[in-house]
């Protein structure tokens, strides 16, 4: 946990040290009191944890105070601390204007512990990845706060599984002791639930992606139609044919098609860790690709390359039969690139 001298999210955690009333005053008098604080004061208080009268009565003392002071500063946070070991979770919320916003962290103060806790250790770094990455990469605040709130329900499980552990050893053993089989159950359950955790926050980016691509195209798409427009124009006043400029606008529509078809279908791959002005800058561009393809399949079907593509004479089927070709071109990349190659090879043929 940022700042938290006691414990952090990585699992590693220092003593109560001689002197922690100070840092704990410390704390409140720069309002920057966080889990660890707490929880090792909660740790402190304890007669069942803390052997040293001296050491009790400042936990006594100040876990009132830093209790106060944190919810003071977070509004509406959740937390939830084991008083059978020390560790502590806590959610914190942007909608209650709390200053750390959506974030999950969480505290422990290994010198209470009685077994070694590789396999929860392991299962609570492995949660507080993902919600760092959840905090990264899901910009929609609902979909942010709904996965946090499953992985703050991870953490509580994991913190109770290891209180339960906790007593049942015997109060002299250290984290060298093995633990019971059943910790091992436990932590397979709880993973079930960080995996669907996972599962959810995969597809949450993925949908956030597809927006973001979604929002980029239909920006490249304007651009294209409105260059397609513009072309129209500057053909209507040379008195040129309008036909010469429907496969730019028709290959740029049949990419946004494309698009749109394979995102209902779910087929519509991107990578969500590529950035979002790198992923709005791929589907900018795609309506574009799709235009100069179209653009392009018309040109070959105009030098009538290929045998079987015959431009109609009539302006109004000449329309039809390039605005087809041309969506089918941006619609099917591999259409417009066979058209191509044999567009390619009938040139070569004739030399």
């Not at 803390?50 to 006594?60: H, I, L, M, Q, V």
């Not at 200053?99 to 422990?108: E, F, H, L, S």
């Not at 392991?122 to 979909?143: G, Y």
């Not at 946004?256 to 979002?276: F, H, P, W, Y």
Request: hydrophobic share 45%; proline share 3%; with cysteine.
């Amino acid at each position: 946990m940022d700042g938290e001298p006691a414990a952090t999210p990585d699992g590693n955690a220092s003593e109560p040290a001689a002197g922690t009333d100070g840092s704990f005053q410390s704390a409140l008098d720069q309002d920057a009191v966080v889990m660890g604080d707490i929880v090792r004061a909660k740790v402190m208080a304890s007669p069942d944890l803390t052997s040293d009268a001296g050491e009790r009565a400042a936990g006594e003392r100040y876990f009132p105070l830093l209790l106060a002071s944190f919810r003071q500063k977070h509004k509406g946070v959740q937390f939830v601390i084991q008083e059978e070991v020390g560790f502590g979770v806590v959610l914190h919320s942007a909608e209650q204007h709390d200053p750390v916003g959506d974030k999950i962290d969480w505290a422990v103060v290994r010198k209470t512990l009685r077994f070694d806790w590789t396999l929860p250790r392991e299962l609570l770094v492995e949660t507080q990845e993902l919600a760092d990455e959840a905090r990264r990469w899901l910009r929609d605040p609902s979909e942010r706060r709904d996965l946090l709130g499953q992985l703050y329900n991870v953490l509580t499980q994991i913190g109770a599984t290891v209180g339960r552990e906790n007593r049942l050893c015997a109060t002299d053993h250290d984290e060298g002791k093995e633990p019971h089989e059943r910790i091992a159950r436990d932590v397979a359950i709880i993973r079930k639930q960080l995996d669907a955790a996972r599962t959810q926050f995969r597809g949450d980016i993925e949908r956030a992606a597809q927006f973001r691509y979604a929002v980029g195209m239909v920006l490249g798409a304007v651009v294209m139609l409105g260059l397609a427009g513009i072309t129209i124009g500057i053909l209507a006043i040379e008195d040129a044919k309008i036909v010469n400029a429907v496969g730019l606008a028709a290959g740029a529509v049949g990419a946004c098609v494309s698009v749109l078809e394979r995102m209902t279908r779910g087929k519509l791959e991107i990578n969500a860790q590529s950035g979002d002005k790198m992923i709005m800058a791929f589907g900018a561009l795609r309506p574009v690709v799709g235009g100069i393809f179209g653009f392009v399949v018309y040109m070959v079907i105009r030098a009538e390359l290929i045998s079987i593509f015959v431009l109609p004479k009539q302006t109004g089927a000449a329309l039809a039969y390039v605005a087809v070709f041309g969506f089918v071109a941006g619609f099917n990349e591999r259409f417009a690139q066979d058209v191509l190659a044999n567009a390619s090879n009938a040139r070569l043929a004739e030399s």
